[in-house]
């Protein structure tokens, strides 16, 4: 036996111990039945099995269908017609078919048909067969040019489509009218369903559908922080952490590779030989000063003037570098080496991502502000902390059986505490006088939206489904039936059908309404974007140590550093002194300076490279104690 994993939609399958004892019992079994006795041999077969050929004929007045013996068969004398009888085929035709039967030869079909526009619509103070027209009217009378038969259509009494009744175990509508053997085929946008397959069988599909939301739209309330609702508050925090962590990293890699601007001008200081060079490093000993306040003129306006020039990445300059990326735009100061300039393209990649998410999802959310729509899906119905909506659904519908069928208990708790209404009619009213969600197939909504310009679809489709014609089970009329279907599809039959008959009212709105959802973003949406801006970091940081190789390589030669690692070993120590005495605002000072790196007048000495006092000090009395 098998059974159905609910939770995992999995079959799970358990042997049957007794079943090789049953198989035993059932060969030894003879009876006597309608057919005749029946018995069966060690392979499980029936023992001389005999069978009766029969023609298949409907009598004129269209009752029960009627099968005339005209001939047997059995093991012992074979085949056997009666005299002056002649095998028919389904049609009438007496010579075998040869291929696939494309043609049903003039044969009468009773079809069902109820009142649904726009697939089905009674024509009023008509009477004849062309009483009926829609979609599905049209389907039949191309089904009839080309399969070679006529009908007629035959109403439901209740008008339904069909509903099963679990106390009386039986079907009503149109579904009820072909069990009992009423109709012959129902040539209706009948949905698909398992419990339906059970009992009869479909065509294949000729349109898609889904079940829908509509809701009235109404005044939108004011939120003068509206901006920030298509991202969680977790993704504006990573977007604030990443942003000042991307001028930080900018500045570093300025002043670590070989290649940056301020790393290569610090580099230079550091080895450079000639006769300014070692002045700025002496008085950077002596004085506590860093390279970049050397400088050779006391005059403030002069020295704002050269600030104001800089362009060096600073952390000031690298965190403008980000910002301004933000919001589109760039900026004077650039990264020089290849690593921050790599890093650079990866901030920019990333906020080309982040601002197409936002853009996207702002016009969703100001759509339904708008609107006045605070719904956007079915389960949010079953969130709304005061209700708002209520919501309804056609009662004995399909759309309701296929919800309490989900496996998703928030849909049988929808079907529970939805009004079931009798009709989409009803439903469409009570839409219209707000404050009530009308959940049904989509065509229909679509169709009965088109009147009204301040009713919505919200949420897209839940729990798709097909529209397909239904037959009895066997029906010999279903390969025909089927094959011409999927030539019509083909052919895009069907979407001209709908384009026929889906017009917009004279007095109604010229656009039919559907508002997108309006999801707020999470991190869980969007980490990915923020691991491809962690993963270029990683890179830029490879690349720093590749920078570092080169520029190594490149190196001149020294006394003391002639090899590689000799030469690498140097850059680590300068960069290691670079990091204590340059990297910060306030620079280390000798014991005894007054200076806090900013005494313009004794750096203006230095660099007119008079001699130092203390060197003079140092000197005279060195020449008294000689």
Known sequence: SS?????????????????????????????????????????????????????????????????????????????????????????????????????????????????????????????????????????????????????????????????????????????????????????????????????????????????????????????????????????????????????????????????????KRIHAMQVCACQECSDRRLAKHHHGTRFKDHCQTICLVSRAAEDAEDETMTLYNCLWVAGAGLVGQGTAALPAAPSGRFLLFIWWFFILLIVSMYTANLTAFMTLDKIGITINSAKELLKQSKKKYEWGIIKDSFVESLLMNNVDPDFKKLVHGAVKVSSVEEGNRRVHEGGFVFLDETPFLSYNLLGGCDIFQVGGEIQPFDYGFGLPKSSPYTELMNTQIIYYRELGFFDELWNKWDKTPADGCSQHHDVGADEVLQMSTVQGIFLLLALGLIISLVMIVLETIVATAHDDDDDKHRTFWAKLLRRIKFKYQDFKTEWFLFPRLTKGSKSNGHNYKGLLKIDSMEKLKSDKNKNNANHAEI
């Open 3 to 263: 059974g159905i994993n609910a939770e995992y939609g999995e079959s799970q399958w358990t042997p049957w111990q007794n079943g090789e004892r049953y198989y035993e019992v059932l060969k030894s079994t003879s009876y006597k039945g309608a057919a005749g006795r029946w018995s069966f041999n060690d392979r499980g077969m029936v023992r001389h099995p005999q069978y009766e050929i029969v023609n298949f004929r409907r009598p004129d007045d269209f009752e029960q269908p009627i099968f005339d013996q005209i001939g047997s068969w059995n093991e012992k004398n074979g085949l056997q017609m009666r005299d002056g009888s002649e095998l028919k085929f389904l049609g009438g035709a007496t010579e075998r078919p040869r291929g696939l039967a494309n043609s049903l030869n003039g044969e009468h079909l009773r079809l069902g048909v109820t009142t649904n526009p726009p697939f089905a619509n009674k024509i009023l103070n008509c009477t004849g067969g062309k009483c009926w027209e829609g979609i599905c009217p049209d389907v039949v009378r191309n089904l009839s040019s080309a399969l070679n038969f006529t009908y007629e259509f035959i109403e439901p009494a209740d008008q339904n489509f069909g509903a099963y009744n679990q106390t009386t175990e039986s079907w009503n509508g149109l579904i009820g009218d072909m069990l009992a053997q009423k109709i012959d085929m129902i040539t209706m946008d009948l949905s698909v369903g398992v419990e339906r397959k059970q009992h009869i069988d479909f065509t294949v599909s000729f349109m898609d559908s889904g079940i829908g939301l509509v809701v009235k739209g109404e005044s939108g309330k004011s939120d003068i922080f509206f901006f920030m609702s298509p991202f969680g508050y977790s993704v504006w925090c990573m977007i604030a952490v990443v942003f000042v962590l991307m001028g930080i990293v900018l500045n570093l890699i300025s002043k670590i590779s070989p290649y940056g601007t301020y790393g």
